[in-house]
């Protein structure tokens, strides 16, 4: 019983003398690309998650969708929706329905093994998704 005592504070005092374990979590790098799902607003989004830092694909995690309008926060209330994995580790896709054309912060939210929030700035033209870049967001009602 004691030992159990000694080795039970063992690993406290360890982990409390590796704070930076909490810090050193692993970062996810996402790769957020949309295409057309053939309905007006409705686009099939294809999400590819690797380690920031290794570049290994980040398979197996619990993968959410979600987006909003930097233009006009809170007006719009894009439902997340949940990604799901592909045959190909690391490469997930979700539809993801939008209210209006045009600029959509896309954001990812991962859970499980990796707990990461990665955001992608995607304008929405029709059929058309592009990167948006540097550009302020246009934006017309
Ligand atoms: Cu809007």
């Known amino acids: 019983m004691r030992t159990i ?5 063992a690993v406290a005092a ?4 590796y704070p930076q374990a909490a810090h050193g979590q692993v970062r996810a790098k996402a790769v957020v690309t949309c295409v057309s ?3 007006v607003l409705q686009y099939n989004c294809t999400i590819r998650l690797a380690n920031a830092r290794s570049g290994e694909p980040l398979s197996g995690l ?20 949940t990604a799901i994995e592909q045959a190909e580790k690391g490469v997930y896709q979700a ?8 600029d959509w912060a896309v954001q990812v939210d991962l859970r499980g093994a990796v ?6 700035m995607l ?8 990167d948006v870049k540097s550009s302020p967001g246009r ?3």
């Open 5 to 9: 005592v000694c080795m039970l504070v």
């Open 14 to 17: 360890l982990m409390a003398g």
């Open 37 to 39: 799902a053939g309905q």
């Open 62 to 81: 619990t993968v959410s969708v979600g987006a909003e309008m930097p233009s006009m926060p809170g007006m719009h209330n894009v439902r997340p929706v």
């Open 95 to 102: 539809r993801l329905e939008l209210e209006m054309h045009g």
């Open 115 to 120: 707990r990461d929030r990665v955001i992608a």
């Open 123 to 130: 304008r929405f033209e029709g059929a058309e998704v592009t």
């Open 139 to 141: 934006h017309s009602h």
